[in-house]
């Protein structure tokens, strides 16, 4: 499924920003588990008062919040867990807006037109045909730096279906754009399908004919009411929050793993000219080069952390020819190599479990 860009490539606008139910479900499971979540909190730059009031958050605080609370719990697959507990109705307009549609296919258009009510960095996308297939891309924020939000929007999402039509829908597939090296039996038994990671994609598949599923409680009256007030929510929401940074980081991460992020591609999907792309970047003071570089060295930091990926592995997915290329660009990022890197993670892991 191909991702259109929304954008005037040019414009700068403010960090996107959500509701915080995300981050209110972690703050509740990191309570549950008697762990102070003020601390996790205060290092995202998020006000602990604002959000239990219900105040919007940046997004990016948001994504960086999850992960130091998987952490702290020690749940890798933390956005699994809140997608299973939480209350449906927590969703607010967007669930009622979903829940009184006559059909599922009217629910899912209806959550790719509002959508960025609840989330502005999050673009949803349906398409029909032979399939019923939802995409999700991210714009404003990058994409690479996050797995457990996207994981939770799409196992929510998953949920919130079987929940409308009363059924244990079976998705043909899912595709996230994250790298896993982690067990995958958890996540395949919830979607009950394939799921693939390092995908050029994040989507969601299903038979065609589940867009036709009658939903179990329609409530058209109710329905009226929730599209004028999504209408109007919609209304006070940026149109555009996608600056050109993270634009072009978000179409170059899933590039890497089949070698093609270049430049020539990435202007071809933003439907420009290679030079007219090397002038939009060149005006903010940027290069396609040190965006690829920088967006190397960050997924490499992580990559290291995870004990079961070889470097040949993480060389094939940053798109390096050879793990000698790799090995490298980590004496250049890091100044050691990537064993190095890993001995340094796992001595600092023992000091801070011996405190």
Same mark, same amino acid.
């Given at each position: 499924?191909?991702?259109?860009?929304?954008?005037?490539?040019?414009?700068?606008?403010?960090?996107?920003?959500? @509701?915080?139910?995300?981050?209110?479900?972690?703050?509740?499971?990191?309570?549950?588990?008697?762990?102070?979540?003020?601390?996790?909190?205060?290092?995202?730059?998020?006000?602990?008062?604002?959000?239990?009031?219900?105040?919007?958050?940046?997004?990016?605080?948001? *994504?960086?919040?999850?992960?130091?609370?998987?952490?702290?719990?020690?749940?890798?697959?933390?956005?699994?867990?809140?997608?299973?507990?939480?209350?449906?109705?927590?969703?607010?307009?967007?669930?009622?807006?979903?829940?009184?549609?006559?059909?599922?296919?009217?629910? #899912?258009? +209806?959550?790719?037109?509002?959508? +960025?009510?609840?989330? /502005?960095?999050?673009?949803?996308?349906?398409?029909?045909?032979?399939?019923?297939?939802?995409?999700?891309?991210?714009?404003?924020?990058?994409?690479?730096?996050?797995?457990?939000?996207?994981?939770?929007?799409?196992?929510?999402?998953?949920?919130?279906?079987?929940?409308?039509?009363?059924?244990? #829908?079976?998705?043909?597939?899912?595709?996230?754009?994250?790298?896993?090296?982690?067990?995958?039996?958890?996540?395949? %038994?919830?979607?009950?399908? /394939?799921?693939?990671?390092?995908?050029?994609?994040?989507?969601?598949?299903?038979?065609? @004919?589940?867009?036709?599923?009658?939903?179990?409680?329609?409530?058209?009256?109710?329905? /009226?009411?929730?599209?004028?007030?999504?209408?109007?929510?919609?209304?006070?929401?940026?149109?555009? *929050?996608?600056?050109?940074?993270?634009? *072009?980081?978000?179409?170059?991460?899933?590039? #890497?793993?089949?070698?093609?992020?270049?430049?020539? @591609?990435?202007?071809?999907?933003? %439907?420009?000219?290679?030079?007219?792309?090397?002038?939009?970047?060149?005006?903010?003071?940027?290069?396609?080069?040190?965006?690829?570089?920088?967006?190397?060295?960050?997924?490499?930091?992580?990559? #290291?952390?995870?004990?079961?990926?070889?470097?040949?592995?993480?060389?094939?997915?940053?798109?390096?020819?050879?793990?000698?290329?790799?090995?490298?660009?980590?004496?250049?990022?890091?100044?050691?190599?990537?064993?190095?890197?890993?001995?340094?993670?796992?001595?600092?892991?023992?000091?801070?479990? %011996?405190?």
């Amino acid at each position: 499924m191909a991702m259109q860009v929304e954008s005037n490539l040019g414009d700068i606008t403010a960090p996107p920003t959500a @509701v915080g139910l995300a981050a209110r479900l972690a703050v509740a499971e990191l309570q549950r588990r008697n762990i102070d979540p003020a601390p996790l909190l205060a290092r995202c730059r998020i006000s602990a008062v604002a959000l239990a009031s219900r105040k919007r958050i940046s997004v990016s605080s948001q *994504v960086r919040f999850l992960e130091l609370a998987a952490e702290a719990v020690g749940d890798d697959w933390i956005g699994l867990t809140l997608a299973e507990t939480v209350d449906l109705r927590e969703l607010g307009m967007l669930y009622y807006v979903a829940a009184s549609s006559p059909g599922l296919g009217d629910a #899912l258009r +209806r959550l790719e037109r509002y959508a +960025r009510v609840g989330n /502005e960095a999050l673009i949803i996308k349906l398409r029909k045909g032979g399939a019923c297939s939802i995409g999700f891309a991210y714009a404003g924020i990058s994409r690479h730096l996050d797995r457990h939000q996207i994981e939770l929007l799409m196992a929510g999402l998953l949920r919130l279906c079987r929940h409308l039509v009363g059924q244990r #829908l079976m998705p043909r597939f899912v595709h996230f754009v994250h790298h896993r090296s982690d067990d995958l039996q958890r996540i395949r %038994g919830l979607f009950g399908g /394939e799921v693939q990671f390092d995908a050029g994609t994040d989507e969601i598949s299903f038979d065609a @004919v589940v867009a036709e599923l009658p939903l179990v409680d329609e409530d058209p009256y109710l329905n /009226e009411l929730m599209v004028a007030a999504c209408e109007a929510a919609m209304a006070g929401r940026p149109s555009n *929050v996608s600056p050109l940074r993270t634009t *072009v980081e978000n179409i170059v991460a899933p590039l #890497l793993p089949h070698a093609e992020a270049n430049a020539k @591609v990435v202007a071809k999907k933003l %439907g420009l000219s290679e030079r007219t792309f090397a002038r939009r970047l060149a005006a903010e003071r940027l290069s396609f080069g040190g965006i690829l570089d920088d967006l190397r060295r960050d997924l490499a930091a992580r990559y #290291l952390e995870e004990p079961n990926l070889q470097v040949s592995q993480m060389a094939w997915l940053l798109g390096f020819h050879q793990p000698s290329a790799f090995s490298h660009a980590c004496h250049r990022w890091f100044r050691k190599s990537p064993s190095a890197y890993r001995r340094d993670i796992e001595l600092m892991r023992v000091s801070q479990s %011996g405190r």
